[in-house]
């Protein structure tokens, strides 16, 4: 069980500045994240919430919330928190920038410009060398493939959790404009979950029984 285990959560979209006032982000809003802290509090964790923009409803006991827009802000964060505090799980929910400017540049460029090419270059994959940290660390990631059916989800999925050495990851997707998600282990997989209240849910106690 979770009962004051300490559980951390990344959750919310991670920018990347491209001059002193332009970032380029992504469309994730961190529900996913705050449901799954919510459940976690729940349970009787203690949790860390490591959250990016956006609006957030309010604060809970059992729940710390640590706040970060830009890429670098997670990547620092994440490390200091894994190094410095004993975690039972960390579930990385965020949405990570996949790409980053080659050079970001320190003045705001002039909106007259007929065009602008930016040059981006792949960022750290964070998700990488998190059981690194600690041993017996357990470790869950999120895949998210838009468009993506049933065998698509699957398959992507079971390829993150071995190539990533992950104990579980959520593929999830939102094809039609609705929500499909499955939970992986590599030789079982749980789901469909229609919506992500009940996926946050199932996940909590998932892991919980495993801990």
Known sequence: MVTKKKILITAGPTWVAIDQVRVISNLATGETGILLADEFRKLG????????????????????????????????????????????????????????????????????????????VPTQKLIQGLRAYRPGLFTVGFKFQPNAGKVELIEKGNRLLKKEGLNLVVANSS?????????????????????????????????????
């Open 175 to 211: 094809k039609n404009k609705g929500y499909q998600a499955y939970i992986l282990d590599g030789r079982n997989q749980f789901g469909p979950f229609p919506k992500k209240r009940k996926m946050a849910f199932y996940l909590a106690r998932l892991i919980a029984k495993q801990l």
């Open 45 to 120: 964790a203690k949790v860390t919430l490591l959250l990016g923009a956006g609006n957030y409803p309010g604060t809970q006991a059992g729940i710390t919330i640590k706040r970060f827009k830009y890429f670098s802000e997670l990547a620092w964060l994440l490390n200091s928190e894994l190094k410095k505090v004993k975690y039972a799980a960390v579930i990385h929910a965020a949405a990570v920038a996949d790409y980053q400017p080659r050079k970001i540049i320190n003045r705001k460029i002039s909106s007259h410009l007929k065009s602008w090419k930016i040059n981006l």
